[in-house]
């Protein structure tokens, strides 16, 4: 089956840092991926739907200055968390659509994660 | 009120029983999702489903447009079926996924 994957897996950084998360679509090609964040015990929450070749779109209350997303290839995203603080820490987690050959609904694949603490 | 609803929150089963797992909305929607996640936090998608019925191993989902249910059911629970279970819609024109708070099962042996 389709394969996402995403680096690193687990990010320990001080505030005021920057901090890229790499997602990557292993073995297809994805025009379109998520950025999602999650709190303990919460569910996921989209922050942003992430275009290739084009500018992402947040959602509200995403401060796209924040969380720059760059969707340079067909099989790379990248979420930069810049100068990071303590609230950033989180859970944030990637999502690629792929629309399986002989049907039209796309289906999203799940990247494993990367957990951010932010001292 | 959130316009995707699961019930219950949590789940607290036996090894063996069989497990059902609810979920309500209130968008048109396109596909509805089934989703679980380990403690580990990763995701895997059980079942994408527009209609009917869907069976993988142990794992059977049901959708009712009509109603706008659906169920994930485990037949022969065990303890590894342990995880939180999300259900997710594509909702409306878009295709962003709408989340259900998720249910926590534990399986117990």
């Known amino acids: 089956g389709a394969v996402v994957s995403q680096h690193p897996s687990w990010v320990i950084c001080k505030s005021g840092t920057s901090v890229k998360i790499e997602c990557r679509s292993l073995?297809?090609?994805?025009?379109?991926m998520f950025w999602y964040r999650q709190f303990p015990k919460q569910s996921l929450m989209l922050m942003a739907t992430?275009?290739?070749?084009?500018?992402?779109?947040?959602e509200q209350g995403v401060e796209k200055d924040k969380f720059l997303i760059n969707h340079a290839s067909l099989t790379l995203s990248t979420l930069t968390v810049t100068s990071a603080h303590p609230e950033d820490s989180s859970f944030y987690i990637c999502?690629?659509?792929?629309?399986?050959?002989?049907?039209?609904?796309?289906?999203?694949?799940f990247g494993p994660g990367t957990r951010l603490l932010v001292l | 009120k959130n316009e995707v609803e699961q019930s219950p929150q949590n789940l607290t089963a036996q090894e063996g029983e069989f497990i059902t797992i609810n979920c309500s909305y209130s968008?048109?929607?396109?596909?509805l999702h089934w989703l679980q996640q380990h403690p580990g936090g990763g995701i895997v998608s059980l079942f994408m489903?527009?209609?009917g019925k869907k069976k993988h191993g142990r794992l059977i989902a049901t959708i009712n447009i009509q109603e706008k249910h659906s169920s994930l059911h485990i037949t022969a629970s065990h303890p590894r079926d342990s995880a939180v279970y999300i259900c997710?819609?594509?909702?409306?024109?878009?295709?962003?996924?709408?989340f259900g708070t998720g249910t926590l099962l534990a399986v117990q042996p």
């Open positions: 999502s690629a659509n792929l629309v399986a050959p002989g049907m039209f609904l796309e289906t999203q694949y």
């Open positions: 073995d297809f090609q994805a025009t379109t």
């Open positions: 992430s275009n290739e070749g084009s500018k992402a779109t947040y």
């Open positions: 968008v048109g929607i396109s596909a």
């Open positions: 489903l527009s209609s």
């Open positions: 997710a819609v594509y909702g409306g024109a878009t295709n962003k996924l709408i």
